[in-house]
């Protein structure tokens, strides 16, 4: 699988942070935030309702407010060709369910480079002092 790494800056606890993700051709988005605790949340989509596809050459803002805990974090977008995750079929209330669509992502790994595409986008958090 293709992928791309960017190293971004340092934000603070409690600081927004946006990130933008651009699609090489019409597909879907999912993004995952993975901290220093190897704790991963689903952050897009995040509601049932929420519509993952994007067009090509479009552009999807990601709004996140920082938290804790301090140390490295990352941002994972995982563009695929192919609607591999549904939002109205999770529960987003329940990690464990979560965590399986981790474990379903895992077979991107294995789509053709032109169907997928990762992006990490690595980042400190800090406190302020």
Same mark, same amino acid.
């Given at each position: ?16 942070? *946006? ?10 988005? *999912? ?8 704790? *991963? ?19 999807? @803002? ?25 939002? @109205? ?5 329940? @990690?464990?369910k979560i965590t399986s669509i981790i474990e379903y992502l895992k077979s991107v790994l ?13 980042? @400190? *958090?800090?406190?302020?002092?």
């Amino acid at each position: 699988m293709p992928t791309k790494y960017i190293k971004n800056k340092e934000y603070f606890i409690g600081e927004q942070c *946006v990130f933008e993700i651009e699609a090489p051709n019409d597909g879907h988005i *999912v993004v995952f935030h993975h901290d220093t605790n190897k704790k *991963v949340k689903i952050i897009f989509p995040q509601k049932t309702y929420d519509n993952s596809f994007i067009a090509k050459e479009k552009k999807l @803002e990601i709004h996140h407010t920082i938290q804790e805990p301090e140390g490295k974090h990352f941002f994972k977008a995982f563009w695929t060709s192919q609607q591999l995750i549904k939002p @109205e079929n999770i529960d987003f209330n329940n @990690e464990d369910k979560i965590t399986s669509i981790i474990e379903y992502l895992k077979s991107v790994l294995k789509l053709d480079a032109k169907e997928c595409l990762e992006l990490i986008f690595e980042f @400190e *958090v800090r406190r302020k002092r």
